[in-house]
């Protein structure tokens, strides 16, 4: 059973930064693709970031530039490092991973979810 925990979302200022953290267990961590996704209230679950098991990254538009995806396969941990945050970032945060290889960026190819972390950016 795959089991994904999500820790260190929070409230912050527009302009700052958090590092949320993502700890798998249930199979072999380091053979599988880790996405971020969020979901705003009223709103659609949307990609974030991802991360392929050679550590290729890809991005929203939205936070390239601002968020950084990250693994360490030791830990079987992914994080996601945000800066510059803005009150349009703020969400639940969910990371997942699916069962077929590579990036996707479609919720719907997402076979395993965390139950989310909160994150609140005040202006």
């Known amino acids: 059973q795959v089991q994904l925990v999500e820790s260190w979302g929070g409230l912050v200022q527009a302009g700052g930064s958090l590092r949320l953290s993502c700890a798998a267990s249930g199979r072999t961590f380091s053979s599988y693709a880790m996405g971020w996704f969020r979901q705003a209230p009223g709103n659609e679950r949307e990609f974030v970031a991802c991360?392929?098991?050679?550590?290729?990254?890809t991005y929203a538009d939205s936070v390239k530039g601002r968020f950084t995806i990250s693994r360490v396969n030791a830990e079987n941990t992914v994080y996601l490092q945000m800066n510059s945050l803005k009150p349009e970032d703020t969400a639940v945060y969910y990371c997942?991973?699916?069962?077929?290889?590579?990036?996707?960026?479609?919720?719907?190819?997402?076979?395993?979810w965390g139950q989310g972390t909160q994150v609140t950016v005040s202006s």
């Open positions: 991360i392929n098991w050679s550590s290729g990254t």
């Open positions: 997942a991973t699916p069962s077929r290889p590579g990036c996707r960026r479609h919720a719907i190819e997402y076979d395993y």
